[in-house]
Structure formats: C-alpha cells, structure tokens
T-cell receptor, first 114, second 112 residues
Framework: DAGITQSPRHKVTETGTPVTLRCHQT?????MYWYRQDPGHGLRLIHY???????DKGEVSDGYSVSRSKTEDFLLTLESATSSQTSVYFC?????????????FGQGTRLTVV | GDSVTQMEGPVTLSEEAFLTINCTYT??????LFWYVQYPGEGLQLLLK???ADDKGSNKGFEATYRKETTSFHLEKGSVQVSDSAVYFC???????????WGAGTKLIIKP
C-alpha cells in the first residue's frame, strides 16, 4: 500500500457541470500523474506534476486542468464535463523521475457524465 | 516517439496452461521495462521490472526477459491459475522523461 487515496470513488454528474477529483498521498512522492482508462485505449496521461505548483500536460489534456498546492494533493478538474469524459480515472505516484522507478496507483474513480 | 505494443486480447487459457503475452517497444536511449497487473475493480500494481538488457524480472511465477536485440519484453508463466485472470500492461520509462509509456493492455481469462 503506497498510501494513495482517490476521492470520490464513484461520481455521476451532468453535462456542463464542473467536477473535481482528488488524489491524496501520504508518502511525499515528488511525481504525481492523472490517467484515464478507456476500453481499447489502455492508460492515457492527462496531466502530471513534478512538484508543488509544477505541472505539465499529457497526451489528452484538453478539457482538464490540475492543481498541486501541497505535495500530498493533486487535483484534477473537469471545467465543464462532457459525455466523452466518462471514464475511469487513476492517480499514480512515483518517488523520482528515474527510469527504474515504479509507479503506484490509486484505486480509481469511476466518473459518469450524463 | 517512444511506444509499446502488446498483443491484443482477450487471451483465454485453461488452468495450468503456459502463458505468453507479447510486448515489443520502440524507444530512444535505454529504457526500463515494466509489467503491471490490474485485477477487476482495482488499480494497477507492479508485477515485475527489468532495468537493463538481458535482465530477467520475476514475481509470483511470472517472468520476463529484457531483449534489446528484439526490443521485446514478453511475459511468461509456466502454469496459470484462475486467480491470474486480470488485465496485464507492459510499460517503459526512458531518459529524462518523467512519464511511463503504456501498452494498451491484454486481458487474460483463465478457465477452470
């Protein structure tokens, strides 16, 4: 257990509403990531962070923003949710950016946009 | 760019059968290679890894050898169990890139 908590675990929201997902870690790892998982696409990186207030875009960042004001928390916001953002969202952490450093994953958040 | 290609699933086997899930990669530099497993309703967890050519990663009866000459990292297990049913992801990490590059995942179904 790498001390990662995602909240909420399940959410149903309406199109056009803002949604924020939270990832909390207890081990002060520097690197944090948000992925979405969809059938046939595997894991796709949305945004990542390499320190407090240091974030960057991944391959599918459109429609998403992130914030990291504390080492332990990484927030993912859907500014105006769309049905195409229905997915399972995973947060991951890595201790360093070294090539041999493994990632630890949260349990996931299942988001449904209706 | 860097990429990972896995065999498409689902792969369906009988209990005690031999398992191979193919993974090949394209990378500049010298990547580390990983296999992750995702059980139903859970997040991904590391199964094994190898950090340089000819290294063999192993865990829970699974093995994979880092083959630089064929740019491959195939996952094998000699005798699968029903409890091995899951989705398996191959991934690589290379250079100063902070990211892990993921394959699409292979769903494994083991029948009793």
């Amino acid at each position: 257990d790498a001390g990662i908590t995602q909240s909420p675990r399940h959410k149903v929201t309406e199109t056009g509403t803002p949604v924020t997902l939270r990832c909390h870690q207890t081990e002060n790892h520097r690197y944090m990531y948000w992925y979405r998982q969809d059938p046939g696409h595997g894991l796709r990186l949305i945004h990542y962070s390499y320190g407090v207030k240091d974030t960057d875009k991944g391959e599918v960042s459109d429609g998403y923003s992130v914030s990291r004001s504390k080492t332990e928390d990484f927030l993912l916001t859907l500014e105006s949710a769309t049905s195409s953002q229905t997915s399972v969202y995973f947060c991951a952490i890595r201790k360093t950016g070294g090539v041999d450093t493994e990632a630890f994953f949260g349990q996931g958040t299942r988001l449904t946009v209706v | 760019g860097d990429s990972v290609t896995q065999m498409e699933g689902p792969v369906t086997l009988s209990e005690e059968a031999f398992l191979t899930i193919n993974c090949t990669y394209t990378a500049t530099g010298y990547p580390s290679l990983f296999w992750y497993v995702q059980y139903p309703g859970e997040g991904l967890q590391l199964l094994l890894k190898a950090t340089k050519a000819d290294d063999k990663g192993s865990n829970k009866g699974f093995e994979a050898t880092y083959r630089k000459e064929t740019t491959s990292f195939h996952l094998e297990k000699g005798s699968v169990q029903v409890s091995d049913s899951a989705v398996y992801f191959c991934a690589l990490s290379v250079g100063s890139n902070y990211q892990l590059i993921w394959g699409a995942g292979t769903k494994l179904i083991i029948k009793p």
